[in-house]
């Protein structure tokens, strides 16, 4: 059955479109080593929380926005091998692919589907 890796980050709002270059560029990559599908959400309706919130998850500051993003492969295995090829891959380096947002505030896990309908 397939695998997540799934991610929350806070981008500036200013990096709109850097995020978005810097993602459909990581996407290819990660395709490349065998992802099946990534897909990156920005927020359009992410409340604060008092308790719990994506917003506080990521200490989401003033003029930044929640993105909510995950990346589908099939299997544990496939995203072990992909993830460090892809992590390995001179393409996604600081210097080729700088990230527009603070990598220090992500969160990110492996996830497995026990339910798709």
Same mark, same amino acid.
């Given at each position: 059955? $397939?695998?997540? +890796? *799934?991610? !929350?980050?806070?981008? =500036?709002?200013?990096? #709109?479109?850097?995020?978005?270059?810097?993602?459909?560029?990581?996407?290819?990559?990660?395709?490349?080593h065998?992802?099946t599908?990534?897909?990156?959400?920005?927020?359009? $309706?992410?409340? +604060? *929380?008092? !308790?719990?919130?994506? =917003?506080?998850?990521? #200490?989401?500051?003033?003029?930044?926005?929640?993105?909510?993003?995950?990346?589908?492969?099939?299997?544990?295995?496939?995203?072990?091998?992909?993830?460090?090829?892809?992590?390995?891959?001179?393409?996604?380096?600081?210097?080729?692919? =700088?990230?527009p947002?603070?990598?220090?505030?992500?969160?990110?896990?492996?996830?497995?589907?026990?339910?798709?309908?």
């Open positions: 059955m $397939d695998y997540v +890796d *799934g991610f !929350v980050a806070a981008v =500036p709002n200013e990096n #709109k479109e850097k995020f978005i270059q810097h993602a459909r560029d990581a996407a290819k990559i990660f395709k490349e065998g992802a599908r990534v897909v990156e959400c920005w927020g359009d $309706d992410v409340p +604060d *929380g008092t !308790v719990t919130s994506f =917003p506080m998850a990521v #200490k989401c500051e003033k003029g930044e926005t929640v993105v909510f993003s995950w990346i589908i492969w099939p299997s544990k295995e496939a995203r072990k091998a992909g993830m460090e090829k892809s992590m390995n891959d001179p393409r996604l380096s600081k210097e080729n692919n =700088p990230m947002f603070d990598g220090k505030r992500v969160i990110f896990g492996g996830f497995q589907i026990v339910l798709e309908e």
